[in-house]
């Protein structure tokens, strides 16, 4: 944090808001297709700050997650974490890549984060598999290709950096 | 970078492994249950404001439609009071012929539902009673119409209910018809329970009422839970396959009421 930043209230903000999404009664069958907010919101700000958002952030926002969500303490904390990671070793050929690229990456990461899931709650025996559980994956990616621009802009407004 | 991952992941990692294995967590996840409350609670805000809303809205004819039809419910609710009176009167009687225990009324509070399970997999309600209001682990909760579910997990102002349909729940029941013991177990479908290790040969129908048999010590006896909708037998398998659906209206319920049982004390 030793260069002056600016706007941070918006990450803090949109990741609030990506939370509040995520347990949001959705109704019915579309509860399933439920995609990520906070992962999307987590791989923006990593990919745009990725000198303030890291691994901790991600963190911090799973264990949030996981309490909201009333699932096993940590599944989403080590799932987000590893994400987190995984994005920041890469963020500079990941900011190269097109949108769409961009957005199956975005799938095969959020699959890796319902794996996780399911591996968490297994071994704790509250798992009920059923395939419909890995829809999020695409709806996810999907919805990246419009979350992208539209956080973007928002950032330039607030100038956030 | 790395070295944040190893320590934040492994921390993570730990939780998982640890789960509910230790003590305690218990008190732990009670403590963080503060963090959800805010959320939970913004979450909330507009079902509320729809609620009032309507409420202000609401038509003078509407009203008096609601009024008639909850007049005309409490008649017969007063009318099933007189003799259910009565019939208590003659259960005390006949129980004291028996020397049995008298079970004693069970009371109960209101809680309103605040958030459901965001993931459809999982079948739980957030209702607004808490530690602070007497709520504890392992509490049943019911609605009007029959047993919803029962408590895993207390926060300070809000618990979390597993219903009876979470495909990790699981519940002995009695045929009230002839009362028949049986385990129903969720399915993880909202609207289907599956009774387990029912022989072939038992005497269960379609149209029988299971009610909670008290077996178990963790639901009082006696709250309806689900009418049996299926009864199929493969003279192949050693076990009928029986389902029922659930009495309470699982996802419907915005009012449920935990329920609190006064055993009967030893002396």
Redesign the interface.
């Known amino acids: 944090m030793e260069s002056h930043a600016h706007g941070l209230w918006f990450v803090v903000v949109s990741l609030l808001a990506a939370?509040?999404l995520?347990?949001?009664?959705?109704s019915g069958?579309w509860?399933?297709a439920?995609p990520d907010f906070v992962l999307l919101m987590l791989v923006y700000w990593l990919l745009a700050l990725p000198e303030r958002i890291?691994?901790?952030v991600s963190?911090l926002c799973?264990?949030?997650l996981d309490?909201?969500?009333?699932?096993?303490?940590?599944?989403n904390?080590?799932a987000l974490?590893?994400i987190?990671?995984i994005i920041?070793?890469s963020y500079q050929r990941l900011r190269m890549f097109s949108l769409r690229k961009q957005a199956a990456f975005i799938s095969f990461l959020e699959l890796f984060h319902i794996l996780v899931d399911q591996w968490?709650q297994n071994?704790?025996?509250?798992?009920?598999?059923?395939w419909?559980?890995f829809l999020p994956a695409l709806s996810t990616g999907l919805l990246w290709l419009f979350l992208r621009p539209i956080v973007g802009w928002f950032q330039r407004l607030f100038a956030v950096y | 970078m790395g070295g944040r991952l190893l320590l934040f992941g492994g921390v993570a990692l730990a939780l998982i492994l640890i789960g509910q294995r230790l003590d305690f967590m218990a008190p732990v996840r009670t403590q963080l249950s503060l963090v959800a409350a805010p959320f939970y609670w913004v979450v909330d805000v507009p079902s509320r404001v729809v609620g009032q809303f309507s409420d202000v809205i609401s038509s003078r004819r509407e009203l008096m439609a609601d009024n008639e039809r909850l007049r005309a419910e409490s008649l017969i609710l007063n009318a099933k009071l007189q003799k259910y009176i009565e019939l208590r009167a003659e259960n005390v009687r006949l129980r004291e012929l028996m020397n049995s225990a008298e079970r004693l009324n069970d009371t109960v509070v209101v809680a309103e539902v605040v958030a459901v399970a965001s993931d459809p997999n999982r079948h739980q309600l957030v209702v607004d009673k808490g530690s602070r209001d007497g709520a504890f682990v392992g509490q049943p909760v019911i609605d009007a119409t029959g047993l919803l579910g029962q408590i895993t997990e207390v926060g300070l102002l809000q618990s979390r209910v597993l219903l009876i349909t979470d495909s990790a729940h699981a519940l002995p029941v009695r045929v009230s018809r002839n009362g028949l013991r049986a385990i129903a177990e969720g399915t993880g479908l909202i609207d289907e329970l599956a009774l387990t290790h029912v022989a072939a040969t038992t005497d269960i129908q379609v149209g029988d009422l299971l009610v909670s048999s008290g077996l178990g010590g963790r639901f009082p006896g006696g709250y309806p839970v689900g009418e049996v909708i299926e009864v199929s037998i493969d003279p192949g398998q050693p076990f009928a396959e029986v389902r029922a659906r659930p009495m309470a209206k699982l996802d419907r319920s915005r009012n449920v009421l935990l329920v609190f049982s006064e055993q009967k004390s030893e002396e």
């Open positions: 939370l509040l995520s347990i949001s009664p959705l069958d509860a399933w439920r890291g691994v901790f963190w799973g264990i949030v309490i909201l969500q009333g699932v096993v303490l940590g599944q904390a080590f974490a590893v987190a990671y920041q070793v968490a071994i704790n025996g509250v798992a009920h598999t059923h419909l559980v």
